[in-house]
């Protein structure tokens, strides 16, 4: 059974950064996808970032697009976002997620789930 948990949410300013990081309690294989996704109060879960992990390929939302970037430690079993010139409108809890690749990293459907990690961003 695959353990998520995430760390390095917290409270910055606008255009300010933070960096996330998702340990995985077992890693094996690179067949896998692992993403960020975001929860806004009152909103539907949404996909940030997925990374590919047998070639690293990437996709990210439109909304972060030149502002966050996802990358792996795999000798770590670590999932990172860096998140900069934040804005208030990125406010979230955000999840990490990892499962066998799907269609595509984007679109699948991930059954494991960290706990959630708040980001907090003000004016």
């Known amino acids: 059974q695959l353990k998520l948990v995430e760390s390095g949410g917290g409270s910055v300013q606008a255009g300010g950064s933070l960096r996330l990081a998702c340990e995985a309690s077992s890693y094996s294989g690179s067949s896998y996808c692992m993403g960020w996704f975001r929860q806004a109060a009152g909103k539907e879960r949404e996909a940030v970032a997925t990374i590919y992990v047998g070639d690293d390929s990437t996709t990210y939302a439109d909304s972060v697009k030149g502002r966050f970037t996802i990358s792996k430690d795999i000798a770590k079993n670590t999932l990172y976002l860096q998140m900069n010139s934040l804005k208030v409108e990125d406010t979230a809890m955000y999840y990490c997620?990892?499962?066998?690749?799907?269609?595509?990293?984007?679109?699948?459907?991930?059954?494991?789930w960290g706990q959630g990690t708040q980001v907090t961003v003000s004016s």
């Open positions: 997620a990892a499962d066998v690749i799907g269609p595509t990293c984007w679109s699948m459907f991930y059954n494991y």
